[in-house]
């Protein structure tokens, strides 16, 4: 009896040690998993301010009236720069200020499959806003479009990908990765804008400077019909001042 109240008297605290750190442990991870649930509105909340008073300069320039009613992102491949263009009710589209791309992997050409590491090209939307990204805050590009799934069925191709973003942080696969306080200031400019009002152009080169692309390989037959229409789109876009 004496041994067994003994055995208890040891074992019992040990088991009660163990018991409250489990529940901290708990906690802890409960904890975190609250704090990873941001809203849309708690980023807004938290960068707005900031993020607003960094753009108002440029857009007092451009003589844009903010929140503007269109916008447009220009993701440029080979010059690793993300131009931004916005227009207010009743005006012209105008240049408001350019952003480096810190990364973004792959070369010229667009995104055929997942794993091939490109960033897509083309004309695309804003599908939605991350508030919890991994990369500090992103943006979803509705990659794969209309008309990469067009071409993949033609082709027969399969797994397309997806999960492109235009995020914070310095380093990306098959995204542009613009760093934390750009990504602060594209992810409040695209919410206070609204989703259905943005543009997303994502092209090889700036085809208003450059008519070629450099070879990176081969690529589909419709590459060329592509960068028709993305030409096209970048030269409806004002000159740069």
């Not at 607003?52 to 010059?79: C, H």
């Not at 070879?215 to 970048?234: F, H, K, M």
């Amino acid at each position: 009896m004496k041994r067994f109240i003994l055995v208890v008297l040891l074992v019992f605290p040990v088991l009660t040690l163990a018991f409250w750190l489990f529940l901290g442990s708990n906690y802890r991870h409960k904890m975190r998993a609250d704090l990873a649930k941001q809203t849309v509105q708690n980023r807004l909340d938290q960068f707005g301010p900031q993020a607003r008073a960094r753009l108002k300069p440029y857009f007092d320039t451009a003589q844009v009236t903010y929140p503007p009613a269109r916008l447009t992102l220009v993701g440029l491949k080979a010059e690793k720069i993300l131009e931004v263009y916005a227009a207010g009710a009743n005006q012209s589209v105008r240049f408001i200020r350019s952003y480096p791309i810190l990364a973004a992997s792959g070369g010229p050409g667009p995104k055929l499959r997942e794993g091939d590491q490109q960033v897509p090209e083309g004309v695309y939307a804003i599908e939605s806003l991350n508030p919890n990204s991994s990369y500090h805050l992103s943006l979803r590009i509705n990659y794969p479009n209309a008309f990469d799934r067009e071409q993949a069925a033609l082709e027969g191709r399969t797994n397309l990908g997806g999960d492109i973003m235009i995020h914070g942080g310095a380093a990306s696969i098959g995204c542009l990765a613009m760093g934390d306080e750009a990504s602060e200031d594209l992810f409040v400019l695209a919410a206070d804008t609204g989703l259905t009002n943005i543009t997303v152009i994502l092209s090889p080169v700036d085809f208003r400077k450059h008519r070629s692309v450099p070879e990176s390989g081969a690529v589909p037959a419709w590459t060329a019909s592509l960068y028709q229409a993305i030409q096209s789109n970048l030269n409806g876009l004002p000159t740069k001042k």
